[in-house]
């Protein structure tokens, strides 16, 4: 009686562990699966560099269709940049492809300024460092870029006289409401200030030079990078801002050969 008691007890701890091995193995799987799903999040995630995020490029155009819009227009909002992928992103790089090109600017050139403005605005006109809205007291410190091309101190485009008189002229700050038209009136506000520009010992190509350059997309966004924009560490986001003037290259010369460019209305 005893022997069979301690096999009927033997049987009953073999069932309880086989139990608690399926039930350990079970949680093991869902911790994998866990820790597989947030390293795709982590991998699918927009790398932060200088406080502003992007993902890298596929290579792929964005299926965007030039009849989306027959009238592009400006966009921006107070916080955060747009993917590149992005219709109202988009919009907005046809913008400054008609305002440059209308200037006598190389698309060329032009996918450079935009390619860099990838990792400095995120393509929102209305983008400040960090996405810390500051106002008047703030526009003269080093700590708070503003706009398209993430101009340091920010006063240096919103308190310059010449771009107050600028048509579209209409930043946002902290305590004043902005335009989505003041991505125009920055884009003016570059073409007209080449003394922000200063030539590299490596890029020796002047601010004119680079206006009616033809050479790679890539290379010339390397000169505006070390030019123009000058971060602290512009190692950090040159290659994606390489690859961001290829894409807007790409996708420019479709436009303008497939014949739409010449039928869109420009509203500046």
Request: aromatic content about 14%; proline content about 5%; glycine content about 6%.
């Amino acid at each position: 009686m005893k022997a069979s008691t301690q096999a009927i007890a033997a049987i009953i701890l073999r069932s309880i562990i086989s139990r608690m091995i399926r039930y350990l193995l079970l949680i093991l799987l869902n911790v994998i699966i866990i820790i597989i799903s947030c390293l795709i999040c982590i991998l699918n995630t927009s790398t932060t560099i200088t406080n502003y995020d992007y993902k890298p490029i596929t290579g792929k155009l964005s299926n965007y269709t030039y009849e989306r819009r027959a009238f592009p227009v400006w966009h921006a909002k107070p916080t955060g940049g747009y993917s590149i992928y992005d219709p109202d992103c988009i919009d907005n790089a046809y913008m400054i492809l008609y305002q440059m090109r209308a200037a006598g600017w190389t698309t060329e050139s032009i996918s450079a300024v935009i390619g860099n403005m990838c990792a400095e605005g995120a393509m929102n006109p209305w983008r400040w460092q960090s996405d810390i809205i500051v106002g008047p007291s703030d526009f003269w410190s080093m700590q708070h870029g503003y706009g398209l091309a993430g101009f340091t101190p920010a006063g240096k485009y919103i308190e310059d006289p010449q771009a107050q008189t600028y048509s579209g002229y209409a930043p946002n700050y902290l305590g004043h409401t902005g335009n989505a038209t003041d991505g125009a009136a920055q884009i003016q506000f570059i073409m007209d200030n080449p003394q922000y520009y200063q030539t590299h010992t490596a890029y020796p190509m002047t601010f004119s030079q680079f206006s009616q350059s033809t050479a790679a997309p890539s290379y010339l966004s390397d000169v505006w990078l070390y030019n123009f924009e000058q971060p602290s560490n512009p190692q950090a986001t040159q290659q994606y801002r390489r690859d961001c003037s290829d894409y807007w290259y790409q996708l420019f010369q479709g436009l303008l050969q497939s014949g739409r460019y010449n039928t869109l209305s420009y509203c500046g």
